[in-house]
């Protein structure tokens, strides 16, 4: 199994950008599929997950209502739509797969994701 994550770059503040996560090896529309993200010194933080059929979404609080998760599952590909976009969202960014129904993450938020991306670079500058 392989999730190729991409899209990561360098924007300024209030700016947007778009990640990709690439999946094969698997039976991509039975996995939820999630992103996380990890800044330098920090823990990695859930920040939003995506149903097997696209149809639900979980955000968490800090990125609601400036991301956007999507699928394509003809493609085996998710999307993060980033919009607005701020400093303390500089971080390395990674897609996960899970084999669980849920969507809302569990304690830790890790919990049931079997597969990992190797993650992609944002940095938002102010």
């Known amino acids: 199994v392989q999730l190729q994550a991409s899209g990561g770059g360098s924007v300024q503040a209030g700016g947007s950008l778009r990640l990709f996560c690439a999946a094969s090896?698997?039976?991509?529309?039975?996995?939820?599929m999630g992103w996380f993200r990890q800044a330098p010194g920090k823990e990695r933080e859930f920040v939003a997950a995506?149903?097997?059929?696209?149809?639900?979404?979980y955000y968490a609080d800090s990125v609601k209502g400036r991301f956007t998760a999507s699928r394509d599952n003809a493609k085996n590909t998710v999307a993060l739509e980033m919009n607005s976009l701020k400093p303390e969202d500089t971080a390395l960014y990674y897609c996960?797969?899970?084999?669980?129904?849920?969507?809302?993450?569990?304690?830790?938020?890790?919990?049931?994701?079997?597969?990992w991306g190797q993650g992609t670079q944002v940095t938002v500058s102010s």
């Open positions: 996960a797969a899970s084999p669980r129904l849920a969507v809302v993450p569990s304690t830790p938020p890790s919990y049931g994701y079997k597969y």
């Open positions: 090896g698997l039976t991509f529309s039975n996995y939820v």
């Open positions: 995506i149903s097997r059929n696209g149809v639900t979404t």
